[in-house]
């Protein structure tokens, strides 16, 4: 295989300012997640005008631009999109255990979500592999409710 070299890259000195730039985090999708949670289901969002399913659901479409409200329940199923395999901590500090953390992208969502997976060897993970989520025993409505996920 072989590549071919596009033009070179220049680097252009200078600053932005985002100072100026105000932003809005909305929580309501991800209250209406974890609320969720503690029944042991996920919700999220649809946009009634493209269809897109949004896992946590902000409060507008990022497609068409307009409010959306409807709720939407998901599956604890999905397909593994990315994954990563880690061997050590933020600090460089080698881990007892691997720990495999991936990007889910649950059935009937079109977004991804951060889980990890348990139960197999990381030199078997996937990308399009199956997983499915493991809920703790008593869910109190945190991201934490789902303990893991594993291969099916």
Known sequence: MTFEMGE???EVQGTWDISTYK???DGAGMKLLV???KEKKIRGIKCPQCETVYVPGPT???KCYID???VVEIGETGVVMSYAVEMADVRGNPLEEFRLTAMIKLDGADTWIIG???GMDWHDARIGMRVKAFWVDEPVGSLADIDRFEAI
């Open 8 to 10: 070179e890259t220049r």
């Open 23 to 25: 932003y809005l985090i």
């Open 35 to 37: 609320d969720s949670m």
């Open 60 to 62: 507008f479409c990022r």
């Open 68 to 70: 959306i409200d409807e």
């Open 116 to 118: 990890t997976i348990s």
